[in-house]
């Protein structure tokens, strides 16, 4: 196991009707909230004007910023970080999904110090303080609800989708985890969610530079089998609260920065999704993690089997001898699982061609340089993967395949 220094000083709060709350928690940091969250869906649900009510009664004034989108653009934070500033903001409020925190970040570190969120993302120079920042999750996936992590795609210039950690400045100081708020999403969505809580539970698991750590194995592998659990009980009935409830608070658990202590490893998979999404944003980011996490993980067991012949025996029960065999199952049947419940099957509906390859590729090995990834996959590699990912015909596993 490698050495690690772990720490989280996020206060979670975790409860059904919890949001609720959101004025008496936020009024202990602050008296002017930038409220941020995204489009129409946050005040069709009721949801904002009862966050509005909350923070006004508590004796805290809003100043709304909405229209965050999927794949939330640096232009929009930087409105952000303007208009705190303008109207004295002492505190951001987001509420939403990790698009919404993400920009929130973006903006709590931006109007905190003079460090523009690109110099963050591009040059890994972290905040050095920000805005108090408390958080409402309405979509739980990306995690986004307790590390100091954030995804902004530079629309001024670059064009990359740049990820990276802001810092302990842009933790957020109270992060609310109400289940009810996800009732509003629809199951179809909970899969690509699903996509994500997976992809950031594996990567490192399946990269790991550590050769014997049974304890994070199998909190890695209990934590898989248990969100693959919370949405097939989500999707047999999308209006019961208990499996959401355990599913938002397994997807905060997947990327707080826990479960792959010790592990070292990497992060292919996010990296070549960034590339995709930015050059497409229209693709969602758990859409993108479906339709290239299968493929890569089929592409790297046959080249590095053990990890993932573990994962296939331990989550899906292939009982298969020759690891390079157990590992291309397993990939298989990750792919079948999420096509079970609307996940994509292959890259036909989401309107990427052969062509369209390249400028993907180029962006994520821009993205390889930031994160010190370039050596491990070069552009020529990556382009080799996503010919392979949109060429690739994963049938279901049969029902008796072992």
């Known amino acids: 196991m490698i050495p690690f220094r772990f720490h989280n000083p996020v206060n979670v709060v975790f409860g059904r009707g919890a949001a609720a709350n959101v004025g008496q928690e936020a009024v202990q940091y602050g008296r002017k909230a930038l409220l941020v969250y995204g489009q129409a869906s946050l005040k069709q649900s009721g949801l904002y004007d009862r966050l509005v009510l909350s923070l006004q009664q508590a004796g805290v004034a809003v100043v ?43 903006i709590a570190g931006g109007a905190g110090c003079d460090i523009d969120p690109w110099d963050v993302l591009s040059k890994g120079t972290p905040f050095t303080t920000a805005l108090p920042l408390v958080t409402v999750l309405t979509v739980p996936a990306a995690g986004s609800e307790m590390n100091c992590g954030f995804v902004l795609t530079d629309d001024v210039a670059s064009g990359i989708k740049g990820g990276g950690f802001g810092g302990s400045p842009v933790f957020p100081k109270v992060s609310i985890l109400d289940p009810e708020t996800t009732l509003s999403v629809p199951p179809g969505y909970m899969t690509y969610a699903c996509a994500d809580v997976m992809s950031h ?59 792959p202590c010790g592990l070292g490893g990497s992060t292919p998979a996010h990296l070549i999704e960034h590339g995709l999404s930015a050059v497409f944003p229209r693709i969602a980011h758990g859409e993108g993690l479906a339709l290239i996490q299968p493929t890569w993980l089929r592409w790297f067991a046959m080249r590095s089997p053990a990890r993932p012949a573990r994962f296939a025996r331990a989550v899906f029960g292939v009982d298969v001898a020759c690891d390079t065999l157990a590992g291309v199952e397993g990939a298989r049947r990750y792919l079948d699982f999420l096509a079970r419940f609307g996940g994509p099957r292959d890259w036909s509906g989401c309107g990427v061609a052969e062509a369209d390859l390249a400028a993907v ?16 996959y070069p552009e020529p590699l990556i382009l080799e993967i996503l010919r392979m990912a949109l060429s690739a015909n994963l049938k279901p596993a049969p029902a008796d395949a072992s």
């Open 201 to 259: 539970l594996l990567e490192k698991y399946f990269t790991a530079s550590s050769t014997w750590t049974p304890v994070q194995d199998r909190l890695i592998e209990g934590l898989v089998l248990a969100a693959m659990e919370c949405l097939a009980a989500i999707h047999a009935d999308p209006d019961a609260l208990s499996p959401r409830e355990a599913f938002m608070w397994n997807a905060t658990l997947a990327w707080n920065g826990l479960p």
């Open 64 to 106: 709304p910023f909405g229209n965050v989108q999927a794949n939330p653009l640096l232009s929009h934070a930087r409105q952000g970080i303007a208009l705190a500033k303008a109207e004295g903001c002492d505190l951001v409020v987001a509420a939403g999904g990790g698009s919404v925190l993400d920009t929130a970040k973006g």
């Open 361 to 376: 590729a180029r962006s994520a090995s821009q993205l390889a340089q930031v994160w010190g990834m370039a050596d491990a």
